[in-house]
């Protein structure tokens, strides 16, 4: 069975500072891993992903994420957060021959003036 | 132009009745999906459609029944609604023919409310 767990319910910074959202992930075989943002009363839109190749990946609205395969981590960064950063931040993993995308409860980040 | 879209967008009803939820995707997609939000917003897959197969089933009540007509449509019917019900209903779509690392696109959402 595939699992990701966000062990921050929460993250704050302020704005101008780097912002780091943990992800972490369990499967059998080689991940595909994503991150979405969902705004309030808004649908996911989707950031960024890694497949396979080079462990940093570059997304949307200058976020990037590194693949660490023996710490089994995903995390997402920003070197300098915006006010407009705040919502909440999904990692969600699926492997090869399987349709299914397991989600992580999410992480809910506040950028401060 | 809306990638995909769901109607209605809010739904309040009753308990014990029967409603649907549409969803259309005009992106070509080959696949579709149904997933749940929670009051704690845990995300949780319910049905999935390849080319109007069903190809996933989770642990989901049978009141709730995903229909759909043709790649570009997947609405979701839920009869005798309960208290539980009441959630946001995500459609969603991907293009998984050619390439299995294809990103998932969102609608909206209909936040059902049952009282």
């Known amino acids: 069975a595939q699992s990701v767990a966000q062990p921050e319910d929460q993250v704050n910074v302020a704005e101008g500072n780097p912002l780091t959202v943990k992800c972490t992930y369990s499967?059998?075989?080689?991940?595909?891993l994503f991150w979405y943002v969902q705004y309030p009363n808004r649908g996911l839109q989707f950031l960024l992903k890694y497949i396979t190749g080079d462990n940093l990946v570059k997304g949307s609205y200058g976020f990037e994420a590194e693949f660490n395969k023996s710490q089994t981590s995903f995390h997402l960064k920003k070197p300098s957060a915006l006010v407009s950063d705040s919502a909440l931040y999904f990692c969600a993993v699926r492997v090869a021959n399987d349709y299914k995308l397991s989600f992580g409860a999410g992480t809910t980040v506040t950028v401060r003036a | 132009d809306t990638a995909v879209s769901q109607t209605p967008k809010y739904l309040v009803t009753q308990m014990g009745n029967d409603k649907s939820i549409k969803c259309e995707q005009n992106?070509?997609?080959?696949?579709m999906y149904w997933y749940k939000q929670d009051s704690k917003k845990f995300l949780k897959i319910m049905f999935s459609?390849?080319?109007?197969?069903?190809?996933i089933n989770e642990t989901v009540p049978n009141r709730f029944s995903p229909k759909s007509p043709d790649k570009a449509h997947l609405n979701l019917h839920i009869n005798s609604l309960e208290l539980g019900d009441s959630a946001v209903y995500f459609c969603?779509?991907?293009?998984?023919?050619?390439?299995?690392?294809?990103?998932?696109?969102f609608g909206p959402g209909t936040r059902l409310t049952v009282l």
């Open positions: 969603a779509s991907s293009q998984v023919g050619g390439s299995s690392y294809n990103e998932q696109f």
């Open positions: 992106l070509g997609h080959d696949t």
């Open positions: 459609y390849n080319n109007k197969e069903l190809i």
């Open positions: 499967v059998s075989g080689n991940p595909y």
